[in-house]
């Protein structure tokens, strides 16, 4: 089995706070993997710890193999790594199509091959009828589908989503659901952050959890659903005890 | 951008024109103002290159120009080196300033305000020592020599010193050009955009800033070389000039930052007011406050520069066509 991604006993420390303790997860090729947990819980410090966008106190991560620990986010990316961001950050004076050229242009220096690699994602991911529209003027969920395409327009191994589908409405997310499968079959690892549950049953292979820095659980994501400590992780101590019961103490 | 065949001919017309207009104009004192518009357009496209398009506004871009007049000066003083080759050495000066300039503060992260600030401290430092050295000349300046020939880059005619000027004018839009058309370019703009982003999208943003900082240095520097020939004489308040390092983003700001002719628009806008209003109103003082008048109201009403007036008409000429 070969591993898309592997990070060992990941650490990131805020002063006295412990935001992620001790993370061990793994990624395989092929996969599309999500991460779960509260508000608060760690999730996209973990991502941005093994992004290259924080500095992780201890830990290891693996990239395909190889280590990119302590490497700076673009050449992460260069590496095959790309994350996407919750809250959008467009580049909002360009247009569509400049904006996923600058993702475009991480192969390429010829303007020509990257507006070509840039229409062709766009194309994927439905935003040919936007592609001149400058990015401040799109909806929410076209600019979530920008984030998309710009970390897809340089051709990654491996893809983190962070919470691609906040804000949209349900066609928005099942639109964005077949968008995400047809990335992976296209041979795109994907890891991703996510609260809409039922995206996270349809679209991924395993699940893990994550609470006040710890992963509790992991599996598939209809078994970590209805695991105990995942239950009284989001709904409080006690609460599992009281769906098995029927509502009652 | 590609450019349209309309906008390339245009862009020949312009050339043409600006390659026979002293064939037409006999005033000396015109041509002095032609030249000294096309200078500051020159060295408001270097403080675009960094400010327009990578989004990092310096307020002390003077420091090149300063370095690159010391630079050719010096050579051609104490060494006798014939300003030809001083340019390149200002050039190359320049460029270096931006290298150690770029990499302290870039390095440390300097954004917006704090990075304009550490640039303006940078200047004003490069002044005091100027001011304090010997190889300088010191508070008393250097003096060079009047001895026209284009190997001291020194010319009997204002035509001459014109034709230097439009020279390094066109270099500059070239370098603009250039910017819009190349990846390099489409980077800076990422950068200026969102930093963030453009760094998880595999651009080394500190690397890019720092080239386009250099870009800027080589830039200031030629200035330098070009301002020192043609007055002859230079010392630390005028080579590190904070009015200067004003007047560069001036320009650009009212003709629009980011566009390959918005310095030369800014350029030409303010240079023909403050004519005018020195020219026209006798009372002194009273031409600074028609000026700054001015520069109030674009700043309000175009946020986007002169370029962008044009701009939005010609977009608003698109959608009806569509």
Known sequence: MTMMLEVKGLTKRFGGLLAVSAVDLEVEKGEIVSLIGPNGAGKTTLFASISGFLKPDEGAVNLDGRSIINLKSHKICQQGMVRTFQITQPFATLNTLENIMVGAYSNTSDKNIAQLNAERVADILGMTSLLYQTADGLTVAARKRLELARALATNPKLLLLDEVMAGLNPTEIDEIVEVIKGIRDNGVTIFLIEHVMKAVVNLSDRTYVLNDGKLIAQGTPKSVASDPVVIEAYLGHGAAKMMTNGGKS | MTFSLKTALLILLGLLTAILAPLGI???????????????????????????????????????????????SILLTSFGVPPIIGIFAAIFMGAFLGLIVGYLSFRSGLRGSYFALITLAFAELLRVLANSVEFTGGGVGLFLTYAPGLHNLQFNSPTGFYYFSLVLLVISLAIAMWLERSRFGAQLVAIRENEDAAEALGIDTLKCKIYAIMIMGGMGGAAGTFYAQKYLYIDPPISYSIALSVEMLLVTIVGGMGTVFGPLAGSFFLHTVNEFARHFIDTPGVSLIVYGFILILIISFLPNGLVGLFRRTRKKKDDNDA
């Open chain 2, 26 to 72: 006999s005033s000396k004192f015109q041509l002095d103002v032609l030249t000294l518009i096309f200078f500051t357009a020159y060295i408001g496209q270097s403080w675009n290159i960094l400010g327009g398009y990578a989004g990092q506004f310096s307020f002390g871009g003077v420091m090149f120009f300063g370095t690159g007049a010391y630079t050719s």
